[in-house]
């Protein structure tokens, strides 16, 4: 089992940066793949961004391709979100998620799940 704790979310303007940070509980990070979803109000829980258990392979949504860059520390048993040119409409609340399958995009297939960080951007 793995516990997930986010941070780094904040208010930016747009065309600004931040970075979100999630840190994993125990010994066996390395072996779970993760992912970043995000939920703003009102709308489904959607995919942003995957990478896989050694950080050779990385996905993204079409709509932070280029924008976003999913990264982790294995030795840190911590992956990052670097978020750049951000615009309104990437407000939300951003989770971080691990699976102990090969990267996907679907919500439903991750096992486990952060409280959340919220991420404002005014535009």
């Known amino acids: 089992q793995v516990q997930l704790v986010e941070s780094g979310g904040g208010l930016v303007q747009a065309g600004g940066s931040l970075r979100l940070s999630c840190a994993a509980s125990?010994?066996?990070?390395?072996?779970?793949?993760m992912g970043w979803f995000r939920q703003a109000p009102g709308k489904e829980r959607e995919f942003v961004a995957a990478?896989?258990?050694?950080?050779?392979?990385?996905y993204y949504a079409d709509s932070v391709k280029g924008r976003f860059t999913i990264s982790r520390d294995n030795a840190k048993n911590t992956v990052y979100l670097q978020m750049n040119s951000l615009k309104f409409e990437d407000t939300a609340v951003y989770y971080c998620a691990a699976t102990t399958r090969d990267p996907v995009s679907a919500a439903r297939l991750y096992n486990y799940w952060g409280q959340g960080t919220q991420v404002t951007v005014s535009s």
């Open positions: 990478i896989s258990r050694s950080g050779g392979r990385t």
């Open positions: 125990g010994r066996t990070f390395s072996s779970y793949t």
